[in-house]
């Protein structure tokens, strides 16, 4: 069982920057892909951004620039730095990761963060 637990959301001002974590319970992150999904109220759940076991990262055309996702594999934790953040932003961000099995692929997601941006 893999859990993931999110931090580092909250208010801050537009223009302004946040830095998600994402913590695992085990070393899933060097080892398969992983990524942080937003939500905002009466909207879809959107990829926001992405990165592979490679090292490779895939943005949201909205984000390119301003986001950046990194991991540190020997703390079992996952970023997203977020700059220059607007209101429509505005979201529970989520974190998420798809492992494999000899069965088949489960998909784990932690519980969300809340970022707010002000006008």
């Known amino acids: 069982q893999v859990q993931l637990v999110e931090s580092g959301g909250g208010l801050v001002q537009a223009g302004g920057s946040l830095r998600l974590s994402c913590a695992a319970s085990?070393?899933?992150?060097?080892?398969?892909?992983t990524g942080w999904y937003r939500q905002a109220p009466g909207k879809q759940r959107e990829l926001a951004a992405f990165?592979?076991?490679?090292?490779?990262?895939r943005y949201a055309d909205s984000v390119k620039g301003r986001f950046t996702i990194s991991r540190d594999n020997s703390k079992n934790t996952m970023y997203l730095q977020m700059n220059s953040l607007r209101p429509e932003e505005t979201a529970v961000y989520y974190c998420?990761?798809?492992?494999?099995?000899?069965?088949?692929?489960?998909?784990?997601w932690g519980q969300g963060t809340q970022v707010t941006v002000s006008s």
């Open positions: 990165i592979t076991s490679g090292d490779s990262t």
């Open positions: 998420n990761a798809v492992v494999s099995f000899p069965t088949g692929h489960v998909e784990y």
């Open positions: 085990g070393s899933i992150f060097s080892r398969y892909g």
